[in-house]
């Protein structure tokens, strides 16, 4: 993407930013009013359920995607698993972040020192792909047309959040480059205006110090999606990072 429509694609994402701290204290507001409403409904539940699983239940609520109801249901179904299977499930979860570190290469999760994509010699260990979380990786190492190293940064650059490039592991990336033969690296932040702040951050910072290929992630119109409802911001990017057809 050149400068132009990255300026474009923020002006058009500036109108947000302001409504975005509104709503950041509405979200305040409401998780309190939801915290409220999770309690009250566990007052609820206890007249017609014992407390531990009333507690139970309440802490798989917290869980992304568990409300009260699907964490009272899972509570009810571990009522009929077997002891031996309990008790495995609740040594895996007591000791899940004892047994799971961050690759010292490349900040992915891993059960050792180094993760098993750094470990792994039939990887091209030339290009490394940089992305914002360690969840990001599984995703392009599933597409299948990536074989190369990755580098997660722990986050993007976003001054609304108190996120600053020295919050981000963009050192560990220079010194990974200095020290090992490199000769492309792949932006793969997100397409929104902090991913791309990110990317052109660190684009900059790379061809300031080093010889070697950036590239960014292709970005436009999703597959399968309908053409007819994609935004102008969109569709510039999808103009942008057009290919020819072999
Ligand atoms: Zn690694």
Not at 94 to 108: D, F, G, H, M, W
Request: aromatic share 6%.
């Amino acid at each position: 993407m050149n400068l132009r429509h990255l300026i474009f694609y923020m002006l058009r994402r500036t109108k947000n930013f302001l409504i975005r701290i509104y709503c950041q204290r509405l979200r305040e507001n409401l998780k309190n009013i939801q915290r409220l409403q999770i309690i009250y409904d566990f007052t609820r539940m206890s007249n017609h359920y014992p407390i531990p699983i009333k507690e139970l239940s309440q802490s798989l609520s917290g869980l992304p995607g568990i409300g009260r109801r699907t964490s009272e249901r899972l509570t009810l179904a571990l009522l009929d698993w077997e002891s031996d299977q309990l008790k495995e499930l609740g040594e895996l979860i007591s000791t899940l972040k004892e047994k799971v570190t961050y690759c010292e290469i490349c900040a992915n999760l891993a059960d050792k020192q180094s993760c098993d994509i750094c470990l792994d010699p039939r990887r091209n260990g030339e290009v490394i792909c940089v992305v914002e979380y360690p969840q990001q990786i599984a995703v392009i190492d599933k597409c299948g047309r990536y074989n190369g190293l990755f580098h997660v940064l722990g986050g993007k650059i976003d001054p609304l959040a108190n996120v600053h490039a020295e919050n981000l592991r963009i050192n560990q990336l220079l010194e990974r480059i200095k020290n090992n033969t490199i000769n492309e690296i792949i932006l793969a932040t997100s397409p929104d205006v902090e991913g791309e702040a990110t990317a052109v951050y660190l684009a900059n910072e790379l061809r300031e110090q080093f010889q070697l290929n950036i590239s960014r992630i292709a970005l436009g119109i999703p597959v399968g999606s309908d053409l007819t409802f994609a935004d102008s911001a969109t569709m510039a990017m999808a103009i942008d990072s057009r290919r020819v057809i072999q």
